[in-house]
């Protein structure tokens, strides 16, 4: 969470900087159309089952020589720094990339703080809850992970679209009230 608050921070403050440098063009109405169209496209994607284009991300996983036969200390700043926040590591949901522009369309810096702070929060308890659920029961077969995988992405197409439509709303109201 404090990461994603200190990424809150960064992209509130550049968003207040563009304003004072250009106060004509609204950022925040940019990032709202732009999350607008992140949204329509890749929540048509998620919801279709395509895998092509891929969403933003990065391919990157955690070697295993980092949490294998390591201390418990080393092994939970592994966890919670690198992997928690999911910014360093593969996050296969088209959802996480729409999450730096919300931040951006937040209208402020303490907005924007707020929001990245509740978002790493959710996506923490998200994967905390993850990990509690598969650490008590047994390894599910191959076909039941991936139908669950394809579930996740058709919740994660709808909710894309609904903060596509929930975007480009504010960021047409944005731009009338220039």
Do not use: K
Not at 140 to 159: I, K, Q
């Amino acid at each position: 969470m404090v990461i994603w608050a200190a990424v809150g921070l960064v992209l509130g403050s550049v968003a207040a900087l563009a304003d004072i440098a250009a106060p004509a063009v609204s950022v925040r109405a940019l990032a709202c159309l732009a999350a607008a169209a992140y949204g329509l496209c890749y929540g048509l994607l998620e919801l279709s089952g395509r895998a092509w284009p891929p969403p933003p991300g990065r391919r990157w996983q955690v070697p295993q020589e980092l949490v294998i036969a390591t201390g418990d200390r080393r092994r939970v700043l592994i966890w919670g720094a690198i992997l928690g926040p999911g910014w360093l590591t593969r996050n296969p949901y088209a959802g996480f990339g729409l999450l730096p522009l919300l931040c951006l369309s937040a209208g402020d810096i303490a907005g924007a703080v707020v929001l990245a702070a509740l978002i790493g929060a959710a996506h923490g308890c998200g994967r905390a809850l993850a990990l509690l659920r598969d650490a008590r029961s047994a390894p599910s077969e191959p076909f039941a992970l991936l139908l669950m995988s394809v579930r996740w992405r058709t919740t994660d197409g709808f909710a894309l679209l609904l903060v596509a439509g929930t975007a480009l709303a504010v960021g047409g109201h944005l731009l009338r009230s220039l």
